[in-house]
């Protein structure tokens, strides 16, 4: 019995945690795609260096605030510089959405072209991120490492494996969830929730009915650039920051996107939790785990590890590509534009 | 419409612009910056193929290049006889047992009804596919990848000249791309963009990972020249006949020789690709595409198979973009992985595309030349701004050191201004394309 616990223990260590974790960073970033994609109908390919813009501006703010002693230990300091970092990025979004996107909406361009658009703000916010902080590296997490540590877990069940909660996985859940609900509150209880959610459904009845679409939008881009920071900064406490690794998160932040069906709040984060958990559960070696459970003469020789950590961004496109094909509206029915 | 002129001008100003860089900095810096954007320009024209005939959005460049520079080392480094003998059984095995699983599949599926049964079956014969497999590949990985690691640990190429690796490039591309069009072609543009740029980043991690293949990260160094090198023309006579008749220094002559030589091969498949592609453009296959991109279902109407013509194009494009890929690896002398970013070879390229003017080839060529120029040369400018801005500033002050320091990053916001302004006030960009009947 004792082997058997031990296993759930090394799945809940290895796989449970890490999937939850990434999953509901990918979950916000996930909600702001889709958000932009229902109210502003094209795919940002800038989200990723969005992300990593309202980061730096986090992690900038955190050395401030380091430097001169302010902190809320054992919290992270990175939390008391989160507002800072959303307002930048907001400023950011709606100074984009001035020179850049109003242009196109008014003409009613193709998606396409927003597309492209959203390329060249990429160009531009990837730059700003690299000439401000670096393309390299950055730890910013301080506070308790731990909420839960090996051996105090040893300690109390005895058992052979441990099992760690890191502090950045539980802020990652926790504020995920807090995020998750106010959004939801919002969107569905207040009046301008409501009128983005018309906006999205159906645009012209939304105007006809006397929705302001420029305040939809404002309110889009808010809602988004929010998003993002908190995404981005939890990433980054979790891991670490590295702008490049930002950019390449889009990948499985669209596939989340898609696969809860584009433009569907509730989608893009059960999506989000289906591509992470696929992306941990398929990369994980299994072998310990086998050694356990197995009779000791079925013993595995090999790792048990399906597919190297190396190809995890296969898992994301192996997702987007089979919803695609067979599910092209993804698993809540969003819109096909 | 005066649309002769502007296009010269243009092409004038990139001539003195190269011009002004020979004399400033040097003749070898600009023949440098010649040569890549040559390279730069065979692959806008690939993307041009596929955005500006046919309204595909290909966001997988940087995959497809790689896939090129691949076939120049698998065609001209010397196959590595041990490597072969301790794993290439093995690997022939495994890959057996991918195609005999691919068959048992598609024979399976033929005989079965359409359902959920089907395809838990075929997922299952994948399954088990995959661990059969890998049961032959694991250990061939281990002994090839074993067999002397710190100069090969892979299985070595054909031994071929170089040269021929710019058509296998292009053949590894297309296959490539024929695959990944046959699976995302199909859907919408957004999509399939996405979906291009996850694939890119998956050919990428095999090449990055799967050592036996072309050594992975490790890099594969000193590959053949198609062109002499220079340590050879320094003693050779004639060589030093022409320097001492032009009243050069043989040594810089040297090395300018062996650009000029890369130049002319660069130029003459650009040229050979411009006339193919014009040819094509002009004929009634031209007019089909051109239909297709402007109403795809107008054109489906009329009878057109609009999903095999994409596909037609995407494997087309992809294969140029493969061309591209293999003549950087020859000119670099190395395949190195670790250099492919998707920046630079993926949206750098589309600027090209949009800034010179989406479905114009002289244009792909035209907004290579000006974009590539600006991303090399935006580093010593930035410099020098930098420099003249914290002119006030002390030596040592974290300031000037930092800002000094990330001036190179300044070129990526320049690229990212460049497009947005093109797009915004000349969406058709510099040379909008030729309205043809």
């Given at each position: 019995?004792t082997?058997?616990?031990?296993a759930?223990?090394?799945?809940t260590?290895f796989?449970l945690?890490p999937?939850?974790?990434?999953g ?7 909600l702001?795609v889709?958000?932009?994609?229902g ?6 390919f800038a ?7 309202g980061t ?8 401030w605030?380091?430097g001169?002693g ?7 300091t990175a939390l008391l510089a989160?507002?800072?970092?959303i307002?930048a990025?907001i400023?950011?979004t709606l100074?984009?959405?001035?020179t ?6 008014r ?8 597309l492209i658009a959203?390329i060249g703000?990429?160009?531009?916010y990837?730059?700003?991120v690299?000439?401000i902080i670096g ?13 839960l ?12 494996e441990g ?5 950045s ?5 926790g504020?995920a ?12 209880r207040t ?5 983005m ?10 105007l ?6 420029e305040r939809v ?11 993002a920071?908190i995404?981005g900064?939890?990433?980054?406490l979790?891991?670490?920051f590295?702008?490049?690794?930002y950019?390449?998160?889009l990948?499985p932040i669209?596939a989340?996107?898609?696969l809860g069906g584009i433009?569907h709040?509730?989608g893009?984060?059960?999506g989000?939790?289906i591509?992470?958990?696929?992306e941990?559960t398929?990369?994980y070696?299994?072998k310990?785990f ?15 590890q399906?597919l190297?950590t190396?190809y995890?961004?296969?898992v994301s ?6 919803v ?5 509206t993804?698993v809540?029915r969003?819109?096909?534009? | 419409?005066?649309s ?12 003195l612009?190269f011009?002004a860089?020979g ?5 070898g810096?600009s ?5 890549l954007c040559?390279i730069?320009a065979?692959m806008a024209?690939?993307l041009?193929?596929q955005?500006g005939?046919?309204g ?8 497809f ?5 691949l076939?120049?080392v698998l065609v ?12 290439g ?8 047992m991918?195609i005999?699983?691919v068959?048992?599949?598609l ?19 994948i ?10 590949f694991?250990p061939a990985v281990?002994?090839i990848?074993?067999v002397?690691?710190a ?13 021929f ?9 297309g296959?490539?791309?024929w695959?990944?069009?046959?699976i995302?072609l199909g859907?919408?543009?957004?999509y399939?963009a996405?979906?291009?740029?996850g ?5 990428l991690?095999v090449i ?6 072309s050594?992975?990260v490790k890099n ?8 002499p ?6 003693t050779s006579p004639?060589f030093l006949?022409?320097m ?5 220094d043989p ?9 000029l ?5 660069f130029i ?10 014009e040819?094509a453009?002009n004929?009634p296959w031209g007019r ?5 991109r402007?109403?795809?279902?107008a054109?489906?109407?009329?009878g057109k198979?609009?999903?095999r013509r994409h596909l037609?194009i995407f494997?087309l494009?992809?294969?140029?973009v ?17 250099s492919?970013n998707?920046?630079r070879f ?19 060529v035209?907004g ?6 600006i ?8 410099l020098w701004?930098m420099n003249l ?9 974290p300031l000037r ?6 001036a190179?990053?300044?070129?990526v916001i320049?690229m990212g ?6 797009l915004r006030?000349s969406p058709?960009?510099l040379?909008?394309e030729?309205?043809?009947r």
């Amino acid at each position: 019995m004792t082997e058997f616990f031990n296993a759930l223990v090394l799945l809940t260590n290895f796989v449970l945690l890490p999937g939850l974790t990434y999953g509901s960073q990918l979950a916000l970033g996930a909600l702001g795609v889709t958000i932009i994609y229902g109210i502003l109908r094209f795919a940002n390919f800038a989200h990723g260096d969005l992300m990593s813009f309202g980061t730096m501006f986090v992690i900038l703010v955190t050395w401030w605030f380091q430097g001169m002693g302010v902190g809320i230990d054992p919290l992270p300091t990175a939390l008391l510089a989160l507002p800072f970092g959303i307002a930048a990025a907001i400023l950011l979004t709606l100074f984009a959405d001035k020179t850049v996107y109003r242009f196109y909406r008014r003409r009613k361009s193709a998606p396409v072209i927003f597309l492209i658009a959203s390329i060249g703000l990429m160009f531009v916010y990837s730059g700003t991120v690299r000439f401000i902080i670096g393309p390299a590296d950055q730890q910013f997490g301080d506070g308790a490492r731990f909420l839960l540590k090996v051996q105090e877990f040893k300690d109390v069940t005895g058992l052979k494996e441990g099992l760690a909660i890191k502090l950045s996985q539980g802020l990652s859940v926790g504020v995920a969830a807090i995020v998750v609900i106010a959004l939801f509150w919002f969107l569905q209880r207040t009046r301008t929730g409501k009128a983005m959610r018309a906006y999205s459904d159906n645009e012209d009845l939304a105007l006809l009915s006397g929705i302001n679409p420029e305040r939809v939008v404002f309110f889009a881009w808010l809602i988004v650039a929010a998003l993002a920071t908190i995404a981005g900064t939890m990433y980054g406490l979790d891991k670490s920051f590295k702008p490049f690794t930002y950019f390449q998160l889009l990948l499985p932040i669209f596939a989340s996107a898609i696969l809860g069906g584009i433009g569907h709040p509730i989608g893009a984060i059960v999506g989000a939790f289906i591509v992470a958990f696929s992306e941990v559960t398929i990369t994980y070696a299994y072998k310990k785990f086998l050694r356990y459970i197995l009779p000791e003469s079925w013993e595995p020789d090999s790792l048990v590890q399906l597919l190297s950590t190396d190809y995890k961004f296969a898992v994301s496109f192996v997702i987007l590509v089979v919803v695609l094909l067979v599910r092209p509206t993804g698993v809540f029915r969003g819109k096909v534009i | 419409m005066s649309s002769l002129p502007r296009p010269l001008f243009l092409f004038a100003g990139v001539v003195l612009a190269f011009t002004a860089v020979g004399f400033g900095q040097s003749w070898g810096v600009s023949l440098s910056i010649v040569n890549l954007c040559l390279i730069s320009a065979v692959m806008a024209l690939g993307l041009n193929m596929q955005w500006g005939y046919a309204g595909l959005i290909n966001l997988g460049s940087m995959g497809f290049a790689a896939l090129g520079g691949l076939a120049g080392v698998l065609v001209s480094k010397a196959p590595v006889a041990e490597s072969w003998s301790v794993g290439g059984g093995n690997l022939g095995l495994s890959v057996l047992m991918v195609i005999a699983t691919v068959i048992v599949a598609l024979v399976g599926r033929r005989f079965m009804a359409r359902g959920a049964l089907r395809n838990i079956v075929t997922a299952l014969i994948i399954l088990v596919g995959y661990f059969l497999a890998r049961a032959f590949f694991d250990p061939a990985v281990e002994a090839i990848e074993s067999v002397d690691g710190a100069k090969t640990g892979y299985l070595g190429g054909a031994g071929m000249p170089i040269i021929f690796s710019w058509i296998v490039g292009g053949a590894f591309a297309g296959a490539a791309a024929w695959i990944i069009g046959k699976i995302a072609l199909g859907l919408r543009t957004d999509y399939f963009a996405i979906a291009t740029l996850g694939i890119s980043e998956i050919i990428l991690a095999v090449i990055k990972n799967e050592d036996w293949l072309s050594r992975g990260v490790k890099n594969v160094t000193g590959l053949s020249r198609p062109v002499p090198y220079e340590i050879d023309l320094q003693t050779s006579p004639w060589f030093l006949d022409l320097m001492t008749w032009l009243g050069g220094d043989p040594v810089s002559g040297s090395t300018i020789f062996v650009k000029l030589c890369y130049a002319v091969l660069f130029i003459g498949v650009l040229l050979i690709l411009i006339w193919l592609l014009e040819r094509a453009l002009n004929s009634p296959w031209g007019r089909m595409m051109r239909a297709i991109r402007d109403n795809e279902h107008a054109a489906e109407a009329m009878g057109k198979n609009v999903t095999r013509r994409h596909l037609q194009i995407f494997v087309l494009g992809a294969a140029v973009v493969g061309v591209a890929g293999a003549m950087l690896t020859t000119l670099d002398g190395q395949f190195t992985p670790g250099s492919y970013n998707p920046l630079r070879f993926t949206f750098v390229i589309w600027v090209m595309v949009i800034v010179g003017g989406s479905g114009n080839n002289w244009g792909s060529v035209l907004g290579a030349f000006i974009i590539w120029f600006i991303w090399i040369e935006a580093e010593p400018a930035g410099l020098w701004l930098m420099n003249l801005v914290t002119t006030g500033l002390d030596e040592s002050d974290p300031l000037r050191l930092h800002l000094l320091r990330s001036a190179p990053h300044m070129r990526v916001i320049v690229m990212g201004l460049v497009l947005l302004l093109v797009l915004r006030f000349s969406p058709k960009g510099l040379m909008p394309e030729v309205r043809r009947r």
